[in-house]
């Protein structure tokens, strides 16, 4: 398959399994435990029909949002995710300019592989820096010190992920970072050598946001220890307040999931919420963030900026969740898979297959603007 022939999700999701190894490709796909909510993120948004306004006048769209004080010139926005560079070897680099080009904001993970700074050259676009919370309390107050220097616009708090989640397919393979595959991860890396020969001849591997910290080459800690050793299991509401008024400007929290969650981050001062399960890699069997979006919205929607993420793949996703009250929707696996099969290009592909997809929905639900996106266009079964 070639890029010009990918008209969606399911095709670019193909052609990463054609182009990455095995342990890669399923590192993305896969999710926790039996994967029961991975696939129920997606299911939530076809369990939810569209009641569509006709002879409205929509000859032009406008579809911009502004979400924690950043304008977006479409309601996505690619979430921060790790490990980029395994998927493509430009990595973050093609992520950045991708979204810079479309005018959309993106983000670089604590476990991202190249650094926030040249991110920061990269796109003009808004940045966001998503980063875990450390037992090293001065190693949090560094994190949040760089990120200023470089010109982030929002820091967002992961708060989901104080343990791994337990990925099967990854034990599988034996996959791991640094590498320690098990014989059938190593047999699906020789089959693709393509991948192995891009790995090998550009820069190093490495987690710029962690050097010292964190090292690939056999030394100190693995990616699993990380988060086993230097995350706090113990962080609490206390600490997070701590680091809302340290930061002092737009502070996201990721993971929140109940109304009281949700409500106690408007008072320690977050501006942003996003509802996430993580894509389902956490918590097997916890509620799909669209699900629990409607009654979020309705707790605080009108004192904090509430997002979501999981299971996007269509344009109409994303209106129905703006239709629920969302400020704008966080992609992963969307971009992630046209990432690996074909880097900056991909990316680029799918954002404006997005684009065109929430063009053409609006205009069929008769909606000129994101703010005419109503629930009484939604029906749900």
């Not at 930061?247 to 109940?258: A, E, N, R, Y």
């Not at 409500?263 to 918590?283: E, M, P």
Request: hydrophobic fraction near 40%; charge should be positive; glycine fraction near 10%.
């Amino acid at each position: 398959m070639r890029l010009n022939q990918c008209q969606n999700f399911h095709d670019f999701r193909r052609m990463a399994r054609q182009r990455l190894p095995g342990p890669i490709f399923n590192y993305i796909d896969g999710a926790a435990d039996d994967e029961t909510t991975y696939r129920r993120n997606t299911e939530a948004f076809e369990a939810c029909d569209l009641v569509p306004d006709v002879l409205r006048g929509v000859a032009q769209v406008d579809m911009s949002v502004t979400v924690m004080g950043q304008k977006l010139a479409m309601p996505v926005y690619c979430s921060p995710t790790a490990l980029q560079r395994l998927f493509h070897h430009d990595g973050e680099r093609a992520v950045a300019a991708a979204a810079g080009k479309f005018g959309t904001m993106f983000g670089v993970s604590s476990l991202g592989t190249v650094s926030l700074e040249e991110a920061r050259k990269i796109s003009g676009g808004p940045q966001v820096y998503q980063f875990y919370f450390h037992k090293d309390r001065g190693l949090n107050r560094d994190m949040m010190v760089r990120a200023k220097a470089a010109g982030v616009q929002v820091m967002m708090l992961t708060v989901d992920s104080i343990t791994g989640g337990n990925r099967e397919r990854d034990k599988r393979t034996g996959f791991a970072i640094p590498f320690r595959l098990n014989l059938a991860g190593i047999a699906q890396f020789a089959a693709k050598p393509a991948w192995a020969l891009n790995y090998v001849t550009h820069e190093r591997f490495r987690l710029p946001q962690l050097d010292g910290h964190v090292y690939m080459g056999g030394g100190a800690m693995s990616i699993s220890r990380y988060f086993t050793d230097m995350l706090d299991p113990a962080m609490s509401w206390d600490d997070v307040a701590d680091m809302v008024r340290q930061w002092g400007g737009q502070f996201c929290l990721k993971g929140i999931m109940s109304v009281e969650d949700a409500k106690r981050a408007v008072d320690i001062g977050c501006t942003g919420i996003v509802l996430s399960n993580h894509g389902g890699r956490q918590l097997d069997g916890s509620r799909s963030a669209f699900d629990q979006l409607a009654e979020i919205v309705d707790a605080v929607g009108d004192r904090i900026d509430v997002m979501m993420d999981g299971g996007v793949q269509r344009g109409t996703h994303v209106l129905k969740a703006l239709a629920l009250g969302a400020k704008a929707v966080g992609l992963g696996r969307y971009y992630l898979f046209p990432l690996g099969a074909a880097g900056q290009p991909g990316v680029e592909r799918a954002l404006d297959l997005m684009r065109i997809e929430i063009e053409r929905a609006m205009k069929l639900m008769g909606c000129k603007t994101v703010a005419e996106l109503q629930r009484r266009h939604l029906r749900f079964r």
